[in-house]
């Protein structure tokens, strides 16, 4: 790091990428390469943004700063062709910062360099104070940039057949990372929307009350249908259980109808599930073809995937995405336990044996974009790690990730008390699932293990 005139400049370069710098170039040229890259703990919201990378194009971001948020205005220039591009600061909360984004051809591939010069408002205040937090702050940053681009170009042989994908459930934890990411790797996306808020032509608002149109579903390579009620949002009275039946079952019907009239239908319609489908299966592995099991939540689950069924008799393929516990710091279940867990109250919850399969949202995105291009896939799929934890192994792996104790446990009357009936089902049942079809059918993981898995999405 060097420092000239109050400001600072830092280098981070990647590993070597195994495809040529065009490539790489071109990739970052795409809707949703930023979104892609950016770290899922920062809460950074992309509020506009016109063009791409080359000059004069430009980006506005809201970046939180503890209780409030503050708007980051960005332009580009300095763009060369397969070689670099540049942003700098046009208003926000440095005094200076422009980023140069290099693209270094080598004889196996390409090189990623990222120089950064900055400065921090009233420097001579600031900087002794905060430099060194910044400067951690964005080795985080790069060094999960770096991973995430290594994942992305994993197979720098494959290449992807560009489709129509229309997405439900875009804003939700699984939907909003995979929008992005669909279209960095060069398809459209067109998203069925409840609200026309930040709706634009291409997308479809939808109130799940209605069938669609032929001409609203014309063109549509695939369906991803992730739309649903948060199963985790308030206790399962009632009223809850049936906004969770009829933002699941009753949507997927009506979807799965308006598909089944048009002439030509979709050829792949993947659709939403959970392994809460096999209820409690206490240490016994559990593969696609296990039964399913007797509680509220598997019950919901079998609706959920018979809903399909009109789809299949029409020879539409059909994936049943049954998603484990995701991991991911935005939402879910990881983002309500780290507050604890930070703070050093974290433990086991009830007699921590249970076991809990658990999925990085990295590999949700890459997985189902993996069964997206690959027709072998059909029906009922794992959407779990190779490497399912008891909830003490998981507790344990958090404890390490973060340095922290762990020595508060829930004990199940206290988990009863405050989530009811949703406690025993989400909580406290032993559910070991494994990925059968996923590792068959050739997907590899980017994350197989828990602790690789946290320290990823948490940037430890």
């Not at 009620?229 to 308006?258: F, H, M, P, Y």
């Not at 592995?285 to 018979?306: I, K, P, R, V, Y």
């Not at 050093?344 to 997985?367: E, F, R, T």
């Not at 508060?408 to 032993?430: C, H, I, K, T």
Request: aromatic share 8%; hydrophobic share 40%; charged share 20%.
């Amino acid at each position: 790091m060097a420092e000239k005139n109050n400001a600072c400049k830092l280098n981070f370069e990647t590993a070597l990428i195994n495809v040529d710098s065009k490539k790489v170039f071109d990739w970052h040229t795409r809707p949703g390469a930023f979104e892609v890259l950016s770290p899922p703990w920062l809460a950074v919201k992309l509020i506009a943004k016109k063009g791409g990378i080359a000059n004069g194009d430009s980006v506005c971001l809201e970046i939180p700063v503890g209780p409030i948020s503050i708007k980051w205005n960005l332009a580009h220039d300095n763009y060369i062709e397969n070689k670099q591009f540049q942003d700098y600061q046009v208003s926000g909360p440095f005094s200076r910062w422009r980023h140069t984004h290099r693209f270094i051809g080598q004889p196996a591939g390409c090189l990623l360099e990222d120089e950064i010069e900055f400065g921090l408002p009233a420097s001579f205040l600031t900087q002794p104070l905060f430099v060194n937090a910044v400067t951690h702050e964005l080795q985080r940053l790069f060094r999960y940039r770096s991973e995430v681009l290594q994942n992305v170009f994993s197979k720098p042989d494959q290449e992807v057949k560009s489709m129509n994908v229309l997405v439900s459930g875009s804003h939700g934890l699984i939907g909003s990372s995979l929008t992005p990411y669909l279209t960095s790797l060069g398809h459209k996306v067109k998203r069925l929307l409840r609200s026309s808020t930040d709706a634009s032509v291409d997308d479809i608002v939808w109130d799940q009350k209605r069938l669609l149109t032929p001409n609203e579903l014309q063109g549509i390579d695939a369906v991803i249908h992730l739309a649903g009620e948060n199963i985790a949002s308030g206790r399962w009275d009632e009223n809850k259980k049936k906004a969770l039946q009829d933002s699941r079952v009753n949507s997927t019907k009506l979807l799965c109808e308006s598909i089944s009239r048009l002439d030509s239908t979709p050829n792949s319609f993947l659709c939403a599930s959970a392994i809460g489908y096999y209820g409690e299966g206490g240490t016994k592995e559990l593969e696609e073809t296990a039964l399913s099991g007797n509680s509220f939540l598997s019950h919901l689950c079998q609706d959920w995937e018979n809903a399909t069924k009109s789809l299949q008799e029409r020879n539409v393929r059909v994936i049943n995405l049954r998603f484990g516990v995701v991991l991911s710091p935005k939402s879910g279940a990881l983002a309500r336990m780290l507050p604890p867990f930070k703070f050093g109250a974290g433990g086991n919850i009830g007699n921590g044996k249970q076991y809990m399969s658990w999925i990085a949202l990295d590999d949700v995105v890459h997985a189902i974009s993996y069964c997206l291009d690959n027709d072998a896939v059909s029906g009922p799929v794992n959407f779990v790690a190779p490497k399912p934890v008891t909830n003490a192994e998981f507790t344990k792996a958090m404890g390490r990730v973060l340095n922290r104790p762990t020595f508060f446990p829930v004990p199940e009357f206290a988990a009863r008390l405050a989530f009811g009936e949703m406690a025993d089902e989400l909580l406290l049942n032993s559910c070991r699932v494994k990925p059968t079809k996923l590792i068959n059918s050739g997907y590899q993981f980017l994350y197989p293990d828990i602790d690789s898995a946290l320290r990823h999405v948490l940037g430890k």
